[in-house]
């Protein structure tokens, strides 16, 4: 399995960007993935999931702003964000877990992760 992140960049505050997770070895298009963001110093938080059933879940900082479509021809699973905020940036890494049960749940912890991808939101 791998997972390469693309898009990132310097934008300011209250513009757009879009990160890109491209996967081999892996279907984007069942669930267990999360994105990630991580500031040197601090711990890494959680910002998006795509859930096992399809559904996706948002941290509260981010909700409303961020969204988590994938492309299933392409196996690209991307973090559309807007109205970014200088708190938004970060290194933001893709992950996902192995599929259990014949694909019908998710293992605990995160097995698969790329290189990261750096988001800087200047004011």
């Known amino acids: 399995v791998q997972l390469e992140e693309s898009g990132g960049g310097s934008v300011q505050a209250g513009g757009s960007l879009k990160l890109s997770c491209a996967a081999s070895g892996y279907s984007v298009s069942r669930g267990c993935m999360r994105w990630f963001r991580q500031v040197p110093g601090k711990e890494r938080v959680k910002v998006a999931a795509m859930r096992i059933d399809g559904s996706t879940l948002y941290a509260e900082s981010v909700e409303g702003r961020f969204t988590i479509p994938n492309d299933n021809a392409n196996n690209i699973l991307y973090l559309q964000m807007s109205s970014l905020r200088p708190e938004d940036s970060g290194l933001y890494y893709c992950?996902?877990?192995?599929?259990?049960?014949?694909?019908?749940?998710?293992?605990?912890?995160?097995?698969?992760w790329g290189q990261g991808t750096q988001v800087t939101v200047s004011s």
């Open positions: 992950a996902a877990r192995r599929r259990l049960m014949g694909g019908s749940s998710c293992a605990k912890d995160y097995n698969y």
